[in-house]
């Protein structure tokens, strides 16, 4: 999982030829198929057989197995038209609750109930051509989907060799033009960027069941409070790996505020439902069995949390509780869930395995597989080893295009994806998201990226090419924006040091929603232009520079700065952290504003050495107590720097 160098790298960041050709996926598909002809097959032959007497009222019953529907046709009266256009007004609905919220119990209600319906609404007699009609409509939606399947794979076949041509070359480019990050020891936030991280501390001290400032629509798609709140532990994450490794104190508490927070009712009962209605059960663990939408964003921002911290809170048996309700409680800890996930990307034929019901989403995977890989660097463990290459393979034939795009979903039950939700997002997501332990994927997605979408007008300004669809949707609020692709855009190209873009999709971002200050000093997007999952994306494109992403999940900070000694007291309100750092493991390097008015402030330091004597300010000194903690007061003022070193 290294990094390659020369011709070896330069193989693997192209597009491979085995993608798209999946036997599993084949496999699954095929069988789907051979189910549905078979209940096609058995509908016309209780049609048309003559060995008993049935009923016309049966004979329609029957043709129903064919597709969902498909008895009305023989019923032809008014009651049997209306039931049909019941039927397909309600279908897209049961289909959406399938694919949104993993219902399968909803499209095979539909079809189910068309069966009595159609036995129901029958006269004395059928329409005897119908069983020719309703085959002739199966056979033409099959001849359909099969052309359609496979003109879009001879295109996509074309567009990856066009793809293989320029891919080396763009990242040659990309790789010359990269702005390298500042030395870890020179690392401190800006101002503007502090205050724009400052949201994440507003949000992350509201009380458990004070959901003002998140948008709250539903808990089952993109919208959802959990995602909200995994995208407020990433940016803690950040700023705590990146920024201010040597500060615990309000940031820590931040943080387990959020994780604690995502186990609440309001965000996880919704799995008690996908339980029911998805796989027909009433055990309703969240971590045992698929959901990887919360163990995979999940264990992502605890490993987080866990590394930059060193706490160990959440590894002790029961320590993090789920809850469904307020009497249904599931008690897990992080080697229990990392252990469901490497159980499941073992067993699945897949390798990959669902989110909802029965549906496999490929960025809920990369999500745990980058969990996984902090998980593995902070406990000495292999399991992200243990798996890669059959995901990797996996990746490449069951979820890969034959144009190197990464498919989002899969259904597990029948093989197939939904057409149309392969969009350029998902290829700047992806370049995030494989970045750390599949790097050659991420860095090939940010080069057709980069390449296909990316340009600038004659004025500077950033234009993007080909977006279409969920391109141009917030997905944080189903709301169409052309603006909500800048934030992700903002990230992804300060990941690989791309100032010039980095900087032009904040401007955009801030262009398109606006901002706005709250009472607390905070700045965050506009509430009334951008959805909150959008707001904590643009937060995240002002803290990444090159590779920071890579090294907080690969890396985190050095032995030495963790060694050192912590801020582990400062008020907020109060004052903003831009800085902690210890560079030799003895001293403490932090750069303070204040977050409303100016004064004097105190600190808590601990982690040092009992009885020695510390400098901190001119000629300012204190002792260290028998616990290696001191306590001083500090004038902060604009940006304050306070170096604590012993002496």
Same mark, same amino acid.
């Given at each position: 999982?290294?990094?390659?160098?020369?011709?070896?790298?330069?193989?693997?960041? @192209?597009?491979?030829?085995?993608?798209?050709?999946?036997?599993?996926?084949?496999? $699954?598909?095929?069988?789907?198929? !051979? @189910?549905?002809?078979?209940?096609?097959?058995?509908?016309?032959?209780?049609?048309?057989?003559?060995?008993?007497?049935?009923?016309?009222?049966? /004979?329609?019953?029957?043709?129903?197995?064919?597709?969902?529907?498909?008895?009305?046709?023989?019923?032809?009266?008014?009651?049997?038209?209306?039931?049909?256009?019941?039927?397909?007004?309600?279908?897209? !609905?049961?289909?959406?609750?399938?694919?949104?919220?993993?219902?399968?119990?909803?499209?095979?209600?539909?079809?189910?109930?068309?069966?009595?319906?159609?036995? @129901?609404?029958?006269?004395?007699?059928?329409?005897?051509?119908?069983?020719?009609?309703?085959?002739?409509?199966?056979?033409?939606?099959?001849?359909?989907?099969?052309?359609?399947?496979?003109?879009?794979?001879?295109?996509?076949?074309?567009?990856?060799?066009? /793809?293989?041509?320029?891919?080396?070359?763009?990242?040659?480019?990309?790789?010359?033009?990269?702005?390298?990050?500042?030395?870890?020891?020179?690392?401190?936030?800006? @101002?503007?960027?502090?205050?724009?991280?400052?949201?994440?501390?507003?949000?992350? #001290?509201?009380?458990?069941? %004070?959901?003002?400032?998140?948008?709250?629509?539903?808990?089952?798609?993109?919208?959802?409070?959990?995602?909200?709140?995994?995208?407020?532990?990433?940016?803690?994450?950040?700023?705590?790996?990146?920024?201010?490794?040597?500060?615990?104190?309000?940031?820590?508490? !931040?943080? /387990?505020?959020?994780?604690?927070?995502?186990?609440?009712?309001?965000?996880?009962?919704?799995?008690?439902?996908?339980?029911?209605?998805?796989?027909?059960?009433?055990?309703?663990?969240?971590?045992?069995?698929?959901?990887?939408?919360?163990?995979?964003?999940?264990?992502?921002?605890?490993?987080?949390?866990?590394?930059?911290?060193?706490?160990?809170?959440?590894?002790?048996?029961?320590?993090?509780?789920?809850?469904?309700?307020?009497?249904?409680?599931?008690?897990? %800890?992080?080697?229990?869930?990392?252990?469901?996930?490497?159980?499941?990307?073992?067993?699945?034929?897949?390798?990959?395995?669902?989110?909802?019901?029965?549906?496999?989403?490929?960025?809920?995977?990369?999500?745990?597989?980058?969990?996984?890989?902090?998980?593995?660097?902070?406990?000495?463990?292999?399991?992200?080893?243990?798996?890669?290459?059959? #995901?990797?393979?996996?990746?490449?034939?069951?979820?890969?295009?034959?144009?190197?795009?990464?498919?989002?979903?899969?259904?597990?039950?029948?093989?197939?994806?939904?057409?149309?939700?392969?969009?350029?997002?998902?290829?700047?997501?992806?370049?995030?998201?494989?970045?750390?332990?599949?790097?050659?994927?991420?860095?090939?997605?940010?080069?057709?990226?980069?390449?296909?979408?990316?340009?600038?007008?004659?004025?500077?300004?950033?234009?993007?090419?080909?977006?279409?669809?969920?391109?141009?949707?917030?997905?944080?609020?189903?709301?169409?924006?052309?603006? !909500?692709?800048?934030?992700?855009?903002?990230? $992804?190209?300060?990941?690989?040091?791309?100032?010039?873009?980095?900087?032009?999709?904040?401007?955009?971002?801030?262009?398109?929603?606006?901002?706005?200050?709250?009472?607390?000093?905070?700045?965050?997007?506009?509430?009334?232009?951008?959805?909150?999952?959008?707001?904590?994306?643009?937060?995240?494109?002002?803290?990444?520079?090159?590779? %920071?992403?890579?090294?907080?999940?690969?890396?985190?900070?050095?032995?030495?700065?963790?060694?050192?000694?912590?801020?582990?007291?400062?008020?907020?309100?109060?004052?903003?952290?831009?800085?902690?750092?210890?560079?030799?493991?003895?001293?403490?390097?932090? $750069?303070?504003?204040?977050?409303?008015?100016?004064?004097?402030?105190?600190?808590?330091?601990?982690?040092?050495?009992?009885?020695?004597?510390?400098?901190?300010?001119?000629?300012?000194?204190?002792?260290?107590?028998?616990?290696?903690?001191?306590?001083?007061?500090?004038?902060?003022?604009?940006?304050?720097?306070?170096?604590?070193?012993?002496?």
């Amino acid at each position: 999982m290294g990094k390659q160098t020369g011709r070896g790298r330069l193989l693997d960041e @192209l597009i491979p030829e085995n993608v798209g050709t999946g036997t599993h996926r084949k496999r $699954v598909q095929n069988k789907t198929l !051979a @189910l549905w002809s078979t209940l096609a097959a058995v509908g016309l032959g209780l049609y048309y057989q003559n060995l008993y007497d049935m009923s016309p009222r049966a /004979r329609a019953a029957a043709l129903s197995l064919i597709f969902p529907g498909a008895g009305y046709i023989a019923s032809a009266n008014i009651l049997g038209t209306v039931l049909l256009l019941f039927t397909y007004i309600t279908l897209p !609905a049961a289909l959406f609750a399938w694919f949104g919220a993993g219902g399968i119990f909803f499209p095979i209600l539909i079809w189910t109930l068309s069966i009595p319906g159609a036995y @129901l609404s029958t006269g004395k007699g059928v329409f005897e051509h119908s069983a020719l009609v309703a085959l002739a409509v199966w056979g033409s939606f099959m001849t359909y989907f099969n052309r359609f399947s496979a003109t879009a794979r001879e295109k996509a076949t074309a567009k990856r060799k066009d /793809r293989n041509e320029f891919i080396n070359t763009e990242l040659s480019r990309i790789d010359s033009l990269a702005t390298p990050a500042p030395p870890e020891a020179d690392r401190e936030l800006g @101002l503007e960027e502090l205050r724009d991280f400052q949201y994440v501390f507003d949000q992350a #001290f509201k009380d458990n069941d %004070d959901w003002s400032g998140f948008t709250d629509i539903d808990q089952f798609q993109t919208s959802a409070l959990r995602y909200q709140l995994y995208e407020m532990m990433y940016n803690l994450g950040c700023y705590q790996g990146i920024y201010a490794p040597n500060f615990h104190g309000y940031a820590s508490q !931040a943080f /387990r505020n959020t994780i604690e927070k995502s186990l609440t009712p309001k965000v996880m009962g919704f799995w008690k439902w996908e339980t029911r209605w998805g796989k027909f059960k009433t055990d309703y663990d969240p971590v045992v069995e698929d959901n990887i939408m919360v163990t995979g964003f999940f264990i992502q921002g605890l490993m987080m949390y866990t590394a930059n911290t060193g706490d160990l809170r959440y590894t002790k048996p029961g320590s993090l509780k789920f809850q469904i309700s307020k009497d249904i409680v599931y008690e897990h %800890d992080i080697h229990s869930i990392d252990k469901a996930l490497v159980r499941q990307w073992k067993s699945n034929p897949y390798c990959f395995f669902p989110c909802e019901p029965n549906w496999i989403y490929t960025p809920c995977n990369f999500q745990g597989m980058t969990g996984q890989i902090i998980y593995d660097r902070f406990f000495n463990t292999s399991h992200a080893a243990s798996v890669m290459p059959t #995901f990797e393979e996996s990746l490449n034939e069951n979820f890969t295009e034959p144009d190197g795009s990464i498919l989002p979903i899969r259904s597990e039950l029948t093989g197939f994806t939904i057409p149309g939700l392969c969009g350029a997002l998902t290829d700047l997501v992806n370049a995030i998201l494989c970045r750390g332990y599949l790097d050659h994927v991420a860095r090939r997605m940010w080069a057709i990226f980069r390449h296909e979408c990316i340009a600038f007008a004659p004025d500077g300004t950033l234009e993007l090419k080909g977006l279409v669809g969920a391109d141009k949707l917030d997905p944080g609020n189903y709301r169409a924006s052309e603006y !909500a692709i800048f934030p992700i855009l903002g990230y $992804v190209a300060g990941e690989y040091g791309d100032v010039k873009v980095q900087k032009a999709a904040r401007a955009m971002t801030e262009k398109g929603f606006g901002k706005v200050t709250l009472p607390s000093g905070a700045t965050k997007l506009d509430p009334e232009k951008s959805s909150n999952t959008t707001a904590l994306g643009a937060i995240r494109a002002g803290l990444l520079r090159c590779e %920071d992403w890579k090294n907080v999940i690969g890396k985190g900070p050095s032995k030495t700065t963790l060694a050192g000694p912590i801020l582990s007291e400062a008020p907020y309100p109060g004052v903003l952290v831009a800085k902690a750092r210890s560079h030799d493991s003895k001293d403490l390097d932090i $750069v303070l504003y204040p977050s409303a008015e100016s004064g004097v402030f105190p600190l808590g330091i601990s982690r040092l050495v009992p009885g020695q004597e510390y400098a901190y300010g001119a000629e300012k000194s204190v002792i260290a107590d028998k616990n290696g903690e001191i306590k001083i007061e500090v004038p902060v003022e604009g940006r304050t720097c306070v170096h604590i070193v012993p002496i």
